[in-house]
């Protein structure tokens, strides 16, 4: 049925499925709806399609289950969308339903590799990505999202993948296939190649599973059942070399992996020994790894009981850590983490990496001899890259310039540098590749010159710390020193330091123990600003810059804040401003220039732009020149003012393709005899002499 058209020529598709029943036919009907028919004319079309009588009771639902009705119908019916009928919105799908997809990819596929499709694709698919509230080390990526990078993923390992997903609010369970011989299909028979269908159904129903290559899903798919949602991908067709790469390399990869997504399995904070391995609020994803082979036990493991991947070792082999905040410009934020790991006696407390090691065995030497390379961390960078909260395994940061270590030796040993590891943790305004392999511009914006970093203190970030740190190096220690002697030593350090700190608040402010307060909250507000220099009245000289020195000061005269922390104090209306008078001098540049030429007893100036006709290669004799600066005071030319003045030819030059006849050329006796305006012949003046004599007999020159 057509229903009312009302004017309109157009017309929009609908594809529609009848499941109120068991018994009711399993394909669709393509149904046409005028342009401007409203929900009333549409649910007739729909009853004399289908036999259905205007008083029975039903809904027609999208695929998402929401309900066509008069409010939502001309938003809601698209050209070319699917339909449900159902005796109600949450009726179970008695039988499956397909329905089209259309997955063009997004053009920065081309443009940009396809780095953007991620989040480009947003409303266009039925998992729609929506970006959370930022949390600790941004882990917020919804990991079960199946984009542009777990496309490239599945046909590097396999031929096909079939990805089966439920959200939690869903009645159905969503199943698309996609397979590179289908792919192949398509382009041979010039058929649309980014499109397909997604079959809709009920959870645990696998009556379309007829392969026999595929009968282990239907074990996967009966396990539906006990799930309120769930993402399965399912690659088959697995190339020959990935294989025997997952079969005798299980333990490596499963580390990889426990590497790669640490943060989402133990929280922010890691796998740290003496914390709970219950799952949280924030680390509240199980990944389980089973590994089947025919007439073998199964290898099963869950990622949250791996203890010895890369970043648990890290966090647990450290004696100490130092935590930091990068602001990058616009919205970007990495949190950073810098661990010590110092060598303890006889035995190295820096984790090696078997990507990565740091000791390279020499071939010809003994089987307990190796060769130490740059000591603890070997030749590896001291950051790993995480973004939003995963492992970008092909881009790490080598150092920052506050932590490299110096030129000359300073108070910390330079092996200390090379005992540190770190991590940087960046929120989604850092632009990744698709497979989520690289980072594109990390390191660029974090070395940019307007990057702040501060240190991160108890979740705080403190304006400034006097702690004085003192170190010694490991080859001053003394080995043999006994226990007793140590523990005296500490309690008469201890004994030094004051028994009780009195702290007293001016405004009842009062700061609490262990009390958390939001990063920048004036504790010690300002009461007076201090600049130098201490004069009412400057005297500058025009173009000299000229700096202050600002000091914000309390009402004891403290300093409040130190040198290179940027001061606001747009809320403290109570501190008096300060006014300076600047009494600004003339600059003693130079400002004017004046030219005379003299002829006889006369002085004629040449002025601006002014025209001189002259003999080309002749000299300008009787040349006067005055300078000025700002404060019309004359200036003594000097030999170095002298040759910082220029004529020049304001002609057009010989056109490069310009040919000359034989009696033309310009030989070297011709060029000896003209200086060029200033007298040196230079090879610049001989270029410029042979432009002029071949070109006229008369120049005109500006000034």
Not at 510 to 534: S, W
Request: charged share 30%; aromatic share 8%.
């Amino acid at each position: 049925g057509s229903g009312e058209n009302r004017g309109g020529d157009g017309y929009r598709t609908v594809y529609l499925f009848d499941r109120r029943e068991k018994e009711s036919e399993l394909g669709d009907r393509a149904l046409q709806v005028g342009e401007r028919s409203d929900y009333a004319a549409f649910r007739a079309s729909v009853c004399q399609t289908l036999g259905i009588s205007p008083e029975d009771k039903f809904v027609i639902t999208t695929t998402s289950r929401k309900e066509i009705t008069c409010d939502n119908f001309d938003e809601t019916v698209k050209d070319g969308v699917t339909l449900y009928l159902l005796q109600s919105v949450n009726q179970l799908l008695l039988t499956a339903t397909k329905e089209r997809i259309d997955f063009l990819p997004h053009y920065d596929t081309l443009v940009k590799s396809g780095m953007y499709e991620y989040y480009a694709s947003e409303g266009q698919n039925p998992l729609r990505y929506v970006r959370p509230l930022p949390v600790p080390r941004s882990l917020n990526s919804d990991i079960s999202y199946f984009g542009v990078g777990g496309k490239q993923a599945v046909f590097f390992v396999g031929q096909s993948a079939r990805m089966i997903s439920k959200p939690a609010d869903s009645q159905d369970v969503h199943e698309l296939m996609l397979s590179k011989e289908d792919f192949e299909k398509k382009e041979k028979n010039k058929e649309a190649i980014y499109s397909g269908y997604i079959r809709n159904r009920k959870p645990s129903d696998s009556v379309h599973i007829t392969n026999d290559d595929e009968r282990f899903l239907h074990h996967l798919i009966t396990e539906e059942k006990e799930k309120d949602s769930f993402t399965a991908v399912v690659i088959t067709g697995v190339q020959p070399e990935h294989i025997q790469y997952l079969k005798n390399y299980f333990h490596l990869w499963t580390r990889q992996l426990a590497h790669i997504y640490h943060y989402y399995i133990h929280g922010p904070k890691g796998n740290e020994n003496h914390t709970s391995k219950e799952a949280g609020p924030i680390n509240n994803i199980d990944i389980e790894i089973s590994m089947f082979e025919k007439g073998k036990a199964p290898k099963i493991v869950n990622l949250r009981e791996i203890q010895d991947d890369m970043q648990t070792l890290y966090i647990n082999t450290a004696a100490d850590s130092f935590e930091f905040k990068a602001h990058v410009e616009g919205d970007g934020v990495v949190e950073g983490i810098i661990r010590y790991h110092p060598f303890l006696y006889d035995r190295e407390t820096y984790p090696d990496d078997p990507c990565f090691p740091s000791k390279l065995k020499d071939e010809d030497d003994d089987d307990d001899c190796f060769i130490l390379e740059k000591a603890a961390r070997g030749k590896r960078p001291i950051f790993e890259c995480f973004w939003n909260g995963r492992l970008i395994p092909y881009t790490s940061v080598e150092d920052f310039d506050w932590c490299t270590p110096p030129k000359k030796r300073g108070l910390a040993p330079i092996e200390c540098y090379n005992r540190i590891s770190g991590a940087l943790f960046t929120n989604d305004k850092f632009q990744v590749s698709t497979n989520k392999l690289t980072f594109m511009d990390l390191e660029l914006k974090l070395k940019d010159k307007n990057t702040l970093f501060t240190r991160i203190l108890n979740g705080q970030e403190p304006q400034a710390l006097y702690d004085e740190i003192k170190t010694v190096p490991i080859a001053k220690l003394d080995r043999t020193v006994a226990e007793k002697v140590v523990k005296k030593y500490v309690e008469d350090e201890m004994a030094r330091l004051p028994d009780r700190l009195s702290v007293t608040w001016p405004e009842g402010d009062e700061l609490l123990p262990n009390e958390i307060r939001p990063a920048g909250t004036p504790i010690g507000p300002p009461r007076r600003l201090k600049v130098k220099p201490d004069s009412e009245i400057l005297v500058i000289e025009n173009g000299t810059a000229f700096p202050f020195q600002v000091e914000v000061l309390d009402e004891s005269d403290n300093i409040t804040a130190q040198p290179k922390l940027i001061v606001h104090c747009k809320s403290c209306k109570d501190v008096a401003p300060v006014e300076k008078t600047i009494k600004l001098l003339p600059s003693s540049h130079v400002a004017r220039l004046q030219i005379f030429s003299v002829e006889g007893q006369k002085a004629i100036q040449i002025k601006h732009q002014d025209e001189v006709n002259w003999i080309a290669g002749d000299i300008m004799h009787n040349l006067i020149f005055q300078m000025y600066d700002e404060g019309e005071r004359e200036i003594d030319i000097t030999s170095a003012l002298a040759e910082k003045i220029k004529l020049f030819d304001s002609d057009d030059e010989l056109e490069s393709d310009e040919e000359l006849d034989s009696d033309e050329s310009v030989d070297d006796e011709e060029l000896d005899s003209n200086k060029g305006l200033d007298g040196d012949k230079t090879p610049e003046n001989e270029r410029e002499l042979k432009l002029i004599k071949l070109k006229a007999k008369e120049k005109t020159i500006s000034i």
